[in-house]
């Protein structure tokens, strides 16, 4: 590309020539129309000044007497222009067939002023002898003898006629009447007169009327010579001439202009060709820019779009489905092969669905962040089920080789229909990945996932409000021994006062672990509770989940409770819930020792329900199991559920560990508890949770 | 017979309304001309450098105490030469439409070279005029003052008279302050002049100059009866040029006497008794002549200006 001050340098050249070129033409076309004008000025002068010379000729003929001075000194005008013609070079150099032609004008007008020159001269004897043949008339002699009266009045007569036929003559300029004349002459001729007086007057009369007749035929012949010269014609003919020589000088004028029109064309299409190239760095510029945008909206590791694209396509569509794809144990992959394997499988799954979904779905493709992909499309006539199917199938039947390592993936795709797109859809996918059993799964609003968030939200707002509102406190249930009917135990359950309800805390237990309110919830349960016993002569028992024996300020809170209240530690028993699988048994074994050391008990919560391990239990060195209400509830009806409870039991005798069943709701299940030889139970039918120890015995009229 | 005399009338009185202008203007009272240029033509005009025997000079045939004309019959050149014709007045000739009696000059510069060449007049050539007044101071200092050149050239000279002779008007004459309205003639001045105009003689005498503007022969009524010197046949060789001369200005006529072309008439009176029977073909009365005469007289004019400058 030309640098700009070069290209500024040839705009000014360029500029600089065409100025220099107009300049030229208007000189050009000044002095082309100034010449032109001059001459065609000079030209009609000549007409004119000629048919002026005409003029004054005609008046001199028909005037008695005129100044010649202005027929010299119109030819000395004429004289003058032609001096100037003579002198002008561009009409020499540039017409001379004009000038040629304009030359033999002058000697044809010349010629013509010469015979004007002769013309004056027999003008003159003419006008004279006219003349004076007017004031002879006024001389006609006397009849007074009466010998000669005839003869005089014959005479009179015929004088007057030839007079005034000569009259008649002179002013029609016409031939005809000399003849008339000429015979009145020869009549004349033959009078002859004795007197004096007589003869006198007859001698001037004939001399003048022969005058007359032989001058007037030249007179007229010079007339007409002049009058209707061919010089006249000429000039017109020269002027015509001029117009087509001139036109022919113009043509130089209209290639000029022409070559002034190619030049304002070729500017025209250099500033075009600067503005394209200015629009070009324009492009440039926007590509770069676009770039830069481009990089705002596209991963850079896929190339797929990113949420923030998502979040404004979303509302662009009318009826839009969105999946969302997650890869299955990514983080696994990404700690076992390292992050460039992870990078390398994102990318891999972002090609992948890409060439999965048809084309004609017209379906964009985003990576929300992590190893979640995101496909938005509009529903229109698509198979949902299909695409989601086919990508499931896509990874089962294609394996991804990385460095000689065969990585086998899967996927789980939550799909939704329903705004809020992202979240719906995301609560899809957690709920595949909840179901093993689940690949994909297509949101819907009746499994109110949406609405669990909410009441989680709900939730977790209640329990801080609780917490901080001292609504947290324990009720007591009481555990029996159902062959004497005494209370043995109270089990510690948590409550929660909302709004002058009060609810159990199970369902706020998720929230608080998630919130972290969890560590406060049960400091706050066993401070209350310790506060609660110290002075009762009561076992109670506390639930304590995984959570808080792997929270080291939790097990310190429970130092210090045995520190404060070391009087009524034997009395207690802490129940580890089973339904979680224990992960760390070196911390719950420590756990365990610690507190039997304090003399305290423990129990194993919800016994066979989860992953129930009899060899963990021999190990943890346990007191009491608690079977899982689950296998209690319909004992009495289900064979399964008796069979498990007698093999839990039987094998907790062998161990010396007491059993006690939870949910015994009815006298059946209360039959069945004692045939199989349990050692205690808990339950609404024996007793309900109370905020305060009232019963000494477990049910009256047991 | 009386109703012929009324058609007449008419007739000649629709020609009378056809006087229309006054056919004589007045001169102008002065002339644009370079005045160091027409100084030096002076001198040129009064040396006799310019012949070839140093005899002669322009001012020897055109006596400005002559009305600016010879007053020999035929003027008297280098070695006592006799010319043919009569010298015609150099007074207003700058508004004669040619020069010479039979007009070959078609202007003065063109007619001031003609003398000087003429071997019976003043038998010079332009290269000897260079050379006598190239080696002349006095007119080298002239020349150069006017034409700004250290060489005189023949043009020059006759450019430099051509000027003087255009300063020669000679204004104020009676008969222009007449015609200006500034005086009255007298009632015989006016009859002349009357008579002028209706016998004929403004037909060639008119303008400016009362002649001068064409060109008419001399006895176009009743012949001229002696030989025709210098006419315009010498010229064009054409019959019609036979007895052609150009019509002399009547201007200062009362002081150019002798008159006509061959200088053969010697009063006015003869002259114009001459005219009216060759070129009117009638013989005036003496009343008409008397006249007649007394008008020619009003036609004197000043003596030109420049002529009582300094030399």
């Not at chain 1, 799954?349 to 509009?378: C, Q, T």
């Not at chain 1, 009524?568 to 020792?593: C, G, P």
């Not at chain 2, 056809?18 to 009272?29: D, G, N, Q, S, V």
């Not at chain 2, 003027?75 to 007074?91: D, F, L, Q, R």
Request: overall charge positive; glycine content about 4%; proline content about 3%.
């Amino acid at each position: 590309m030309i640098k700009t001050n070069k290209k500024i340098y040839f705009a000014a050249i360029f500029g600089s020539l065409a100025i220099l070129l107009l300049i030229f033409f208007e000189n050009f076309t000044k002095t082309y129309f100034i010449q032109n004008n001059r001459i065609l000025n000079t030209i009609h002068d000549l007409q004119t000044l000629e048919a002026k010379l005409d003029y004054q000729i005609l008046e001199n003929s028909l005037f008695l007497y005129k100044n010649f001075d202005s027929i010299i000194s119109t030819q000395k005008n004429i004289e003058t222009i032609f001096k100037k013609i003579e002198s002008d070079k561009h009409f020499k150099n540039e017409h001379p067939s004009v000038y040629k032609e304009l030359m033999d004008y002058k000697r044809t007008l010349y010629k013509k002023i010469e015979i004007i020159h002769d013309f004056e001269s027999v003008n003159s004897t003419i006008k004279n002898s006219t003349m004076y043949l007017s004031t002879l008339i006024t001389k006609i002699p006397e009849i007074n003898e009466k010998s000669d009266k005839l003869k005089l009045e014959n005479y009179n007569k015929l004088v007057i006629k030839t007079i005034s036929s000569i009259f008649l003559a002179k002013n029609s300029f016409d031939e005809d009447f000399i003849e008339e004349i000429k015979i009145n002459y020869e009549h004349l001729k033959k009078f002859s007169f004795d007197k004096k007086n007589l003869k006198n007057f007859h001698s001037v009369l004939l001399s003048h009327l022969q005058v007359f007749i032989t001058n007037f035929p030249i007179y007229t012949k010079y007339l007409n010579e002049i009058l209707h010269n061919d010089s006249k014609e000429k000039l017109q003919k020269t002027l015509e001439e001029f117009i087509v020589s001139a036109d022919k000088e113009l043509k130089f004028l209209t290639l000029l202009y022409n070559i002034l029109i190619i030049f304002y064309i070729l500017f025209i299409i250099a500033i075009l060709y600067l503005m394209l190239i200015i629009d070009k760095e324009n492009i440039l510029l926007k590509k770069a820019q676009s770039k830069l945008e481009k990089m705002a909206r596209i991963d850079p590791l896929t190339k797929l779009l990113n949420r923030r694209v998502l979040d404004s396509d979303k509302k662009k569509l009318q009826n839009p489905v969105f999946f969302i794809i997650n890869i299955d144990r990514f983080k696994h992959f990404n700690d076992f092969y390292g992050i460039n394997a992870g990078d390398f499988i994102l990318r891999y799954v972002a090609k992948a669905l890409k060439n999965i979904v048809p084309k004609d779905s017209k379906a964009k493709f985003y990576r929300i962040g992590g190893d979640d992909f995101g496909i938005l499309m509009e529903k229109d006539s698509l198979d949902i089920e299909k695409i989601a199917k086919d990508i499931i199938d896509y990874f089962k039947t294609h394996t991804i080789r990385y460095n000689n390592i065969d990585i086998h993936l899967s996927v789980s795709i939550g799909i939704t229909l329903q705004k809020p797109l992202i979240e719906t859809a995301d609560m899809a996918l957690k709920y595949v990945k909840k179901d093993i059993r689940r690949s994909f799964f297509i949101y819907n609003s009746n499994l109110g996932f949406y609405k669990k968030i909410e009441d989680n939200i709900n939730r977790a707002k209640i329990l801080k409000n609780a917490l901080e509102t001292d609504n947290v406190f324990p009720y007591f249930q009481p555990i029996c021994d159902p062959y004497s009917n005494e209370i043995v135990k109270y089990e510690v359950l948590a409550r929660l006062k909302n709004k002058n309800k009060v609810e159990s805390i199970s369902t706020y237990l998720q929230i608080a672990k998630e919130t972290k309110m969890y560590e406060e919830l049960t400091k706050t349960i066993f401070e209350k509770s310790f506060e609660y016993f110290k002075d009762k002569n009561c076992h109670f028992s506390l639930n304590i989940s995984m959570e808080d024996i792997s929270n080291p300020n939790t097990l310190k809170f429970v130092k210090k409770l045995f520190d404060t209240y070391p009087h009524i530690l034997q009395k207690v028993t802490f129940e580890i819930l089973e339904s979680t699988a224990i992960i760390d048994y070196n911390m719950v074994r420590e756990f365990i020792s610690m507190v039997k050391k304090m003399g305290s008990k423990i129990a194993l919560d919800d016994f066979g329900s989860g992953f129930s391990n009899y060899e963990h239990i021999l190990n943890l060195n346990i007191d009491y199991i608690k079977i899982d209400g689950s296998l209690i509830k319909d004992i009495d009806k289900n064979t399964h559920a008796k069979l498990i409870v007698k093999t839990i039991n039987n094998f907790a005798k062998e161990a010396n560990i007491k059993t006690v069943a939870e949910f015994v709701h009815s006298q059946e299940v209360l039959e069945k508890i004692k045939e199989l030889n349990i050692d205690y139970a808990q339950g609404f039918y024996l007793a309900k949770p109370t905020p305060f120890i009232k019963a000494e015995k477990c049910k009256k009229n047991f | 017979m009386d109703k012929a005399f009324l058609a007449f009338f008419i007739l000649l009185l629709s020609y009378i309304f056809l006087f229309a202008k006054e056919p004589i203007t007045p001169l102008p009272k002065s002339i644009k001309y370079d005045k160091e240029k027409a100084i030096l033509g002076k001198y040129l005009f009064f040396d006799p450098i310019l012949s070839k025997d140093k005899s002669t000079s322009c001012a020897s045939c055109h006596d400005f105490n002559h009305g600016g004309a010879d007053p020999r019959p035929v003027s008297i050149g280098v070695e006592g030469k006799k010319g043919k014709v009569n010298a015609p007045t150099v007074y207003n000739s700058y508004f004669n439409f040619r020069q010479f009696w039979n007009g070959r000059a078609k202007d003065l510069k063109d007619q001031a070279k003609c003398p000087i060449h003429a071997p019976n007049e003043m038998a010079m050539n332009e290269k000897l005029v260079e050379k006598r007044l190239n080696s002349n101071t006095f007119y080298k200092t002239l020349f150069k003052k006017v034409y700004k050149t250290d060489k005189v050239e023949f043009w020059m000279v006759l450019d430099a008279i051509a000027e003087f002779e255009k300063a020669l008007i000679t204004p104020d004459s009676k008969f222009d302050r007449y015609l200006k309205g500034e005086v009255k003639l007298s009632s015989l001045e006016k009859k002349g002049y009357l008579l002028f105009k209706q016998l004929g003689c403004i037909t060639c005498h008119n303008g400016i100059n009362i002649g001068g503007n064409s060109f008419q022969k001399i006895g176009a009524i009743n012949p001229y009866n002696k030989e025709p010197i210098g006419d315009r046949f010498e010229i064009t060789k054409r019959e019609f040029d036979r007895y052609r001369y150009k019509v002399p200005s009547l201007r200062n006529i009362a002081l150019t006497a002798p008159y006509f072309h061959d200088g053969s008439v010697d009063t006015l009176e003869e002259a114009v008794d001459k005219m009216a029977y060759h070129n009117l073909g009638f013989t005036l009365s003496e009343m008409e002549k008397k006249a007649i005469v007394s008008f020619l007289k009003t036609l004197t004019g000043k003596k030109p200006k420049i002529l009582n400058d300094e030399k």
